[in-house]
């Protein structure tokens, strides 16, 4: 039996992809790369890009459509289909990675991968390779800290029932909204209900660290007259304090 390996590669500069990253990626036999839209790129290849120039042999490059969906039933089947295919693949004794972009342990879809992989196929080696994830990567472009001494840092899908992220953000100090930032303005009541202030340090950033990276840097009461993008790639740290 082969073996699989969830890659972490970072937020989306190559430079961010660790060395052990780029040493299995440069043995891998075969790699899996998610995709969400048939017609668009994949951001995770064009990251590991610079790293597979640097291999004498090209691996074998495979893309897994991963549906757009909250339909579960829709969901497990898409799990078991691709879980299937990459496990036909380390069966015939090849390594093979699979890759993410940020972190695999954090909101990852290796997450879902792994578990089928494990349930079905359990004579298959599992391996997880982490990676620097998106909201350390915005922290320090922006040159905030996340969380000193005691203070309780928050990550908060910005998805989430409004009276849930009320009791969520109620006792933390520092909070970090991933998956875009289009519903931060309706989420501002709640944020200035539990005792952030106008002067509560505010940073978004659009796909940080790649190429069309945007970031804004500002305090809770310049958030509604800024442009919430719909970009999946965007998130945003709150400072309760408003210090850097």
Do not use: H
């Not at 060395?19 to 994949?42: C, G, H």
């Not at 005792?195 to 509604?224: H, Y």
């Amino acid at each position: 039996m082969g073996r699989i390996i969830g890659i972490g590669i970072g937020p989306g500069n190559p430079e961010l992809i660790t060395i052990k990253a780029a040493k299995m990626l440069r043995k891998a036999d075969v790699i899996f790369v998610p995709k969400v839209q048939r017609r668009k790129p994949s951001i995770a290849l064009s990251v590991i890009k610079p790293v597979l120039e640097e291999r004498d042999r090209p691996p074998e490059i495979l893309e897994l459509m991963l549906p757009m969906t909250r339909d579960k039933k829709e969901l497990e089947i898409a799990w078991d289909r691709n879980a299937e295919i990459m496990a036909e693949k380390a069966k015939c004794d090849k390594l093979v990675a699979y890759v993410v972009l940020g972190d695999p342990t954090l909101y990852s879809t290796f997450a879902y991968l792994a578990r089928k992989i494990g349930e079905k196929y359990p004579k298959i080696d599992l391996e997880i390779i982490p990676g620097v994830t998106s909201l350390t990567a915005c922290a320090a472009r922006s040159g905030v800290f996340l969380a000193e001494g005691n203070e309780i840092l928050t990550i908060v899908p910005s998805d989430r029932d409004l009276e849930q992220i009320e009791e969520i953000v109620r006792y933390a100090d520092n909070l970090v909204f991933i998956k875009g930032v289009q519903r931060l303005k309706g989420i501002l009541p709640i944020l200035e209900k539990v005792g952030f202030t106008k002067n509560s340090l505010v940073i978004i950033a659009r796909r940080c660290t790649m190429p069309n990276e945007e970031m804004k840097i500002g305090r809770l009461i310049d958030l509604q007259s800024w442009f919430a993008s719909e970009d999946y790639f965007s998130m945003a740290i709150i400072k309760r304090k408003g210090e850097r």
